[in-house]
């Protein structure tokens, strides 16, 4: 069994960049920031910001272009991918590893400032194809339950 899987929570470091693929596919880039607090051996508080970029395809894409920008919390899940190329300047090969979203939270409360936790902010799922809830059937009343 295999599991590729990363959960981040941090703050844009750039505005996301959006452009559309010639199949006419969105896609959308951008960085988060995440930090690290630790306590070292002499009691001094040292902290570690790591960068991470994430790649946003489709309908999640489209919300992050138009509703994320730099500073912006977010909460990102996805899977972890690494790609390569020839760069003809230097001739080297070059490596970027990227998280897939597949899953968006935005932890900004509606006036812009951040709160950590915010269960009520927008969710934005990858899966274009979801369908909705069937609606509910007859309502089932406790004395018709056999037990």
């Known amino acids: 069994m295999n599991l590729n899987k990363a959960m981040i929570i941090g703050n844009l470091t750039r505005d996301p960049e959006s452009r559309t693929t010639p199949s006419g596919q969105t896609v959308t880039n951008f960085a988060v920031a995440t930090n690290f607090t630790w306590t070292d051996q002499s009691g001094q508080k040292q902290e570690k910001a790591e960068f991470h970029n994430v790649v946003a395809w489709r309908k999640l894409a489209e919300i992050a272009a138009q509703y994320l920008k730099k500073g912006s919390k ?10 390569s190329w020839d760069d003809a300047a230097t001739n080297t090969k070059k490596y970027r590893t990227e998280i897939i979203a597949d899953n968006m939270i935005m932890l900004d409360k509606a006036d812009g400032s951040s709160r950590a936790a915010a269960p009520q902010a927008q969710r934005a799922q990858a899966d274009d194809y979801a369908q909705e809830a069937p609606a509910p059937a007859d309502e089932i009343n406790v004395e018709d339950i056999p037990f």
């Open 74 to 83: 977010v909460y990102i899940e996805g899977r972890m991918q690494t790609r």
